[in-house]
């Protein structure tokens, strides 16, 4: 069985820092006096600095602008470099933090960039959007004696769109990297604390996240204001000339032309595009007064789910971007309703959240949301930045903080780096992964939204619990920090005892009562001989055992000789290996008492006769290869694996009993629990694939047919496996490959199995066709789990790069599983879960350490770090 690979992020933080320039990598910022921090937009968290409360006001109104506050004057129509203009210190670095623009700080000779010809000095930005403004101000700041022009199509005071949001650690790049806008934006910024989740009928606030929002158009005119005094020519009203022209006469040309970008366009072939439109509808609008607090309402109408997000930018002002699946929009007729059909109608189904009042639209239209990825940012002396190279969803509030963020690194590279090329690729590994992990945030979010409809049944505190954390940024524990009030509620309705985080509340499947939601997945050791588990399966499975997770699985083990991997999987075919699995169950039953351990049984089907995982897994024996079955005569690779024969009647109903006399040893052999191996591609995950099944029998076809093999299987085992325990299936939820299985079909495949008796669906992804595209990521197959426990009421077990307990309490809280398995954190650790309980201070019995282990029950102390410190200061 093929391992995944490491899934980014899955180990630490998903967010890399931004660098900022001249500050090593790090912006270390004190807020300045009465500015909130704010550790994140919806869902894009990381900073776990609570923001400051409002005890006694309870809930804090969005605090107004300071009268007169920016300095900066808008710009004229077009802006011509000022012959009075103060000339810029070129010799002052943009490192943080500089007080006064007039007083420059005093740098030393190291943070001084030494001027070189190589540096661009004629640029052309395309675009007078954030992104395009803030790196044309930034580069003109770095180095006056540059040339720069933006071109932007509209008028200055064209902007569309309403508020945008801006995180602490934007804010602090900004604040090192260029002062005076810096202090224009904080005095304009509406600041607030609270989330209400509004959901039949119940508000439900979140306190302590902490937002600052200001007017797109106000943001936009400080970003011309800036350009403006800075000498950058601003062209607006003024499409730019074509890209290949612009690169010809200009040393830098930075398409910050937005998300329909025509540069990007203009060179598909070296940028690589790829643009994916997703099914819901949008529309940004706006109220003409301030939400007291970020609001998602959910409305449930005749047409289906909508929701409104609404968050105020001014203090007479608020965004709100209604959005729904787009049959919903159909349903509800608003893709034959003008703009202000749309508007009004908006408004009267959230007539409740805007107390009666009307919406306001700006050039307002309904799109679908398109997501942006370039293989490549830049082509020659051409380069993307902001939407142009990436998109984010706008439920986690990024597009226009990573613009800025994009302008900030690639200011900050030109400068750095010896020559274009370089600066161009140090810009883009710089921003590469911070855009991916927000993409892969973002797309978490999007996909929350996309199927809100089925959790809009979840008791109130849950949904809402599941809505904040959605983006898997924003977890349990960081929750916890920012409102400990919220969290205990939702424990406390989730059936937590006092004191005991959710991965340590017990489940029942049929008579198994599992004393905390941990297990140990099925892990393939490859240590056989001839089937029989040995000495290292006892001690391999043993330790785990004694290491405190409420479940601990076996690897797959085969029903037959020919059902084999490898010649090292193991078996429960002969009563030797009975003999030998008895001797580890009964290992775990008397030497840990509480932990139930249950066995996978499964076939290879066409990916049988390979060589152990370490000597070249999926390659086919070099002597010795034995017949290999399946569904279909398809191999795994053409060329390279064998081609199976595909089983007739006769060798279907042996299959089917050789499963039924492996559950009868399995069961004699005291395992607690038996779950069907229906996934990755082996043999019976091969027939419920359309890319593995081309049968024309009753067997192939349809998902009935397909699924029709795999059931009978399953009914002859539950016939023979004991009433009380319990049976679960391990589906590849999608096969993540063009014509495979869908995230739709699993619903129908988990439907079945639970219809037939299956207590629990194990849901994984992949593994079934080589030229898989699997969207890997921190916790990224529990989407699938989510959706079918969700749709079916079935409990789910969730899998896949679920690293931390800080995410396995937040799974299980959010409702989005039932059971977290983890697979290598547990060949990393075997005590992962007696480690989990001893960071989260919990002592109970669903992980109690073994008494031999007792006296290691706590951290060992870090040596001389620990120690009490003398004092040295007298103050
Ligand atoms: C209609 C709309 C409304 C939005 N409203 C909000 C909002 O209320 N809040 C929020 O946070 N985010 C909003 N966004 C998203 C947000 O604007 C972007 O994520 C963010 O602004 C990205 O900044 P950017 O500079 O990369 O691109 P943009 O802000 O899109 O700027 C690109 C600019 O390039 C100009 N341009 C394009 N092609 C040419 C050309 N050939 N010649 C000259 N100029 C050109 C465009 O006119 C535009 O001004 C909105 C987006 C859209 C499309
Ligand atoms: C060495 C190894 C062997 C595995 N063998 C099996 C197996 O026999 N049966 C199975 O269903 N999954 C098997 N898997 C997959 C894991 O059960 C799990 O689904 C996968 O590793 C993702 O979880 P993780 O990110 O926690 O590692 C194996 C994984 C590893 C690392």
Redesign the pocket.
């Known amino acids: 069985m093929t391992p995944p690979p490491a899934a980014p992020g899955v180990t630490g933080e998903e967010r890399p820092t931004p660098r900022f320039p001249g500050t090593g990598g790090q912006a270390s910022r004190t807020p300045a006096a009465g500015f909130a921090a704010t550790p994140a937009a919806p869902g894009v968290t990381g900073e776990e600095s609570p923001a400051p409360r409002f005890p006694e006001a309870g809930r804090q109104a969005p605090r107004a602008p300071a009268a007169g506050a920016a300095d900066v004057p808008p710009a004229p129509a077009e802006a011509a470099p000022s012959a009075h203009r103060t000339p810029q210190p070129a010799a002052v670095a943009p490192t943080a933090p500089v007080d006064d623009e007039q007083t420059p700080q005093p740098t030393t000779a190291a943070v001084i960039p030494a001027p070189r010809p190589s540096r661009p000095l004629r640029i052309g930005v395309?675009?007078?959007?954030?992104?395009?403004?803030?790196a044309a101000a930034l580069l003109k700041r770095l180095g006056p004696e540059r040339d720069i022009t933006v071109?932007?199509?509209?008028a200055p005071d064209?902007?569309?769109?309403?508020?945008?949001?801006l995180s602490d650690e934007t804010l602090g790049g900004i604040e090192h990297a260029d002062p005076v806008i810096y202090r224009a934006l904080q005095d304009e910024f509406v600041r607030w604390d609270d989330i209400d989740i509004v959901h039949r009928g119940r508000t439900l606030t979140s306190g302590g996240h902490g937002f600052a929002?200001l007017?797109?158009r106000r943001l936009?005119e400080i970003l011309h204001g800036r350009c403006a005094s800075l000498g950058v020519r601003l062209?607006f009203c003024?499409?730019?000339p074509p890209a290949a022209e612009l690169a010809a006469a200009y040393d830098l040309v930075i398409a910050?032309?937005?998300?329909?970008?025509?540069?990007r366009d203009a060179h598909a072939d070296t940028f690589a595009p790829r643009i994916t439109t997703h099914r819901c509808r949008y529309i940004?609008l706006?109220a003409d007064f301030a939400f007291d607090a970020f609001r998602f309402e959910i409305a449930e109408t005749a047409h289906g789910v909508m929701q409104l997000h609404g968050y105020p930018?001014a203090p007479d002002a608020s965004?709100v971007?209604i959005e729904m699946r787009e049959e919903v929009w159909r349903a509800a007729g608003f893709d034959t309703a003008d703009e202000q059909e749309s508007t009004d109608l908006c408004a009267k189904i959230f007539a409740e959240a805007l107390g009666g009042r009307a919406l306001r639209s700006?050039?307002?239209?309904w799109?679908a949301f398109r997501t942006v990825v370039n293989d490549r940012w830049s082509h020659g002396n051409t380069v993307l930045?902001?939407?142009?190279?990436h998109?984010?969803h706008?439920s986690i509030?990024?597009?226009?903080?990573?613009?800025?963020e994009?302008?900030l690194a690639l200011a900050a590279c030109v400068e750095e780096q010896p020559d274009l090329p370089a600066a161009l690729a140090a810009y883009e590994t710089e921003r590469r992964p911070v855009v991916e992990s927000t993409q892969r945030a973002a797309a978490a979010s999007l996909r929350w939204f996309e199927e809100l409809a089925g959790y809009v049944e979840q008791p109130p505190r849950q949904f809402a619990f599941n809505l904040l954390t959605r983006s898997r940024r924003v977890t349990h524990d960081n929750l916890r920090l920012r409102d400990a009030a919220f969290t205990d509620a939702v424990e406390r309705d989730f059936g937590c005892p006092p004191g005991t985080p959710p991965m340590f509340t017990p489940f029942t499947l049929r008579g198994l009562t599992l004393r905390n939601r941990v297990v140990v997945s099925p892990m393939d050791m490859y240590s056989a001989v001839n089937g029989v588990p040995g000495d290292f399966h006892l001690v391999h499975l043993g330790a785990r055992a004694l290491g405190g997770a409420g479940l601990v699985m076996t690897e797959m083990v085969c029903v037959s000789a020919e059902g084999r991997i490898t010649p090292g999987c193991t078996g429960l075919y002969t009563p030797e290996q009975a003999a030998a699995w008895r001797r580890v169950t009964d290992f775990v039953h008397d030497h840990s008492p509480g932990t139930a351990i249950g066995v996978q049984l499964g076939h290879s089907g066409r990916k049988g006769s390979t060589k152990l995982m370490w000597d070249g897994i999926d390659q086919p024996l070099d002597e010795g290869n034995w017949r290999i079955a399946a569904a279909s005569p398809i191999p795994y690779r053409p060329g390279v694996n064998q081609v199976p024969h595909a089983l007739d009647r006769v060798g279907l109903s042996d299959i089917r009993e050789q499963f039924a006399a492996a559950t009868g040893r399995a069961a004699h052999c005291g395992f607690d629990l038996l779950e069907l191996h229906c996934a990755h591609g082996y043999l019976l995950s091969g027939f419920l694939s359309p890319l593995t099944n081309g049968r024309t029998d009753a067997y192939g076809g349809s998902l009935d047919n397909r699924l029709r093999f795999p059931l009978e299987v399953f009914d002859a085992m539950r016939g023979v496996w004991p009433d009380d325990r319990p049976m679960t299936v391990r589906i590849s939820a999608t096969d993540w490959a063009q014509g495979g299985t869908t995230a739709e079909d699993a619903v129908e495949i988990a439907r079945a199995f639970a219809a037939h008796g299956a207590d629990a669906i194990d849901v994984s992804t992949g593994q079934v066709v080589p030229d898989e595209q699997p969207e890997y990521g921190r916790s990224y197959q529990t989407p699938y789990a989510d959706r079918i426990r969700n749709a079916l009421g079935v409990p789910v077990i969730a899998v896949g790069a679920i690293s931390s307990w800080d995410d396995v309490n937040s799974l299980l809280l959010a409702g989005r599983a039932d059971l977290c398995a983890l697979a290598r954190p547990h060949l990393y650790d075997p005590h992962w879960t007696l480690h989990a309980a001893a960071d989260q201070d919990y002592a109970g019995a669903a992980a109690l350490w073994p008494d031999p282990y007792r006296a290691g029950s706590r951290k060992p102390p870090a040596g001389r770090t620990d120690a009490p410190k003398p004092r040295l200061t007298l103050s």
């Open positions: 395309i675009g007078g959007g954030p992104g395009g403004l803030y071109w932007e199509r509209n064209d902007t569309f769109g309403f508020g945008v949001v929002a007017g797109r936009l062209r003024t499409p730019a910050a032309d937005g998300v329909h970008s025509l540069t940004w706006a930018y965004t971007i700006n050039s307002s239209s799109v930045l902001g939407d142009a190279a998109t984010a706008f509030g990024s597009g226009t903080k990573l613009a800025v994009d302008a």
